[in-house]
């Protein structure tokens, strides 16, 4: 290639990039950009709340009036074709229940708004043994609102006429699905203005479940609704309001209940934001959406579109729920999909998740549904997604009660993590060594002028005895982000939900082995046993770790001491009504750190370790670059001292 070849292509090359960076918009650009679209979509959304506040003042006059006749005992069909207009004749009926259930699964239906009313998880119980119900029928509400004919139309107020596998259906209402697929269907005609159905124009909600899911097809459908629906239309509203009933004994304070979405292309978040959760608020999404979750601590029950969410409010709150003692949280959201008007048939399909928060479930739907389980976050969830979940999985397999596969899995992190607790063990085996001889030279240097030189004798002690006050600590902060995953994975593991172990009922949950009958602030009402067997085998490892160190005689521990007999105090009150799985791991690594210290000691005594020190004296050590600077420097600091 000559010379003139290779300066074209630079050329190119550089208009080609000159072009890209001229081309691209800046930041200012890009915001006014984003500006313009929002603000045609705070106009479309501005003109679609107009038009629902005149309607619905319209429709509140006729709902007056339809009120009064109703107190006279009957209602005109004049009324009602003002209210519904085409939906006239499908807004009278008689509510029926329909049931359909797979192996997992067991949904209540209504042929009144053609909703979800129930959701049995058919594999679980609550913490006290009764049916594991998701929400409260009486206050669960599912609805698709629209306008026709200058009306807003709530699906919630029609009666569904049913269809099985696409076949009219009027069996008793109860459904199995075996070895096939079962869709069950529900549509609501229009009529033609004389109280007669149009059998080809019809909105339609269609459930279909297989035999072992706990992910439930649901298809949305208008069908010949061109010249019905307002032609302005761009999105269709979906309504989903459900109070979430309790199902287990305690709230766990890092994993309770929130309001989980996932945008069309970035991560997970939550309403609260802290993936904590228990923080009743309200939030606006303004960009597409893959689904939303209303989460509890073990289950989640999500909506899910196939294409995408254009836009969607989503809240949580508390509130008094005296006719359901089992009353949770109240969670809610009103969702944006996107809609043609200008089409005849507008198919608009979603599913359903009504199922438990497993990893192994739930990482099959490739939905990141996954991610609302809080196994540690960015820095350590990596640890606890591809190794302890993956070996726990592996362990639980043979069958054997998780307090044994607890016990299985302490014993392997252990020995993982044994070279570096070795590692930092013979670093203060030979601080211990060296301490009559680190002794010996702060005597030889008592005055403060000399702080250099006694620094640069002790680092050349340290040096040729192959020791560092600092080499233990790596050892440690290594083990951190292993104890950090633990402490998430425990209480978030759904496998140790209802799973009894000696006297623990449920290793999910606390253990409780006396119950007080009143409240000791920071503590609780009751008493776990695996919390105190924890705090008291950390008070004695403490113990014992400190009579080592007391060897050393290092200057401004006894402070740290003081905290690290302290700290295992506060942890009894944050651990009592925590995980018994959790606190039964920690006694563990206690107990097997005992026993690796015995080990520690029999291999590694102080006087075979005392000669081994002295052997490494005797060899010549090459000086490092930080102490050739220190030497420098001690020399600099003395002709100083000497011109003085």
Known sequence: ??????????????????????????????ARQREYQDSIYRANRERYIQDSIRFVEAQKAAEQQTVAQMSNGEVSDAVMRDKYGVFATTATGEEKIYTIENDVLKLTLTSKGAFVKTMELKDYKTWDSLELIGFDENTTKFNMSFFAS??????????????????????DGNIVVKDQPVSLTFRAFADDLTNQLNPNQYIEFTYTLTKDEYMVDFDVKTVNMKNVIASNTNFVTLDWYADILKQEKAVDRYNGSNVYYKFLSDDVESLSGDRGGEKDGEKDLRANLKWLSFKQRFFSYAIIAKDYFSSAVIGMKTEPRQQNPRYLKTMYATVDVPFDAFQETNDLPMQFYFGPNSLKIMDKYDLDLDKQIPLGGKLVGWINRYIVVNVFNWLGSYGWNYGIVILVLTVIIKLALMPFAFKSYQSTAKMRVLKPEIDEINAKYPDEKDNMKKQQAIMDLYKKAGASPTAGCLPMLLQLPILWAIFRFFPSSIELRQQPFLWADDLSTYDSILDLGFNIPFYGDHVSLFTLLMTVTTILYTYIN????AATNQQGMKGMKVMMYVMPIM?????????????????????????QMYLFRVFLDDDKLRKKIELAKQKPVKKSGFQKRLEELQKQQQQMQRRK
């Open 150 to 171: 200058n009306r807003n139309i709530n699906t919630i107020d029609l009666y569904f006429t049913p269809y099985l596998n696409n076949y009219p259906y009027d069996g």
């Open 1 to 30: 290639m000559n010379k003139n070849s290779v300066i074209g292509i630079i050329l190119i090359i550089g208009i080609l990039v000159g072009w890209s960076i001229w081309m691209t918009p800046s930041k200012e650009e890009i």
């Open 546 to 549: 400190n009579k080592q160190m």
């Open 571 to 595: 942890f009894l009150g944050l651990f009592n009504s925590y995980s018994a799985g959790l606190s039964y791991y920690y006694m563990l690594v206690n107990i097997i750190t005992f026993l």
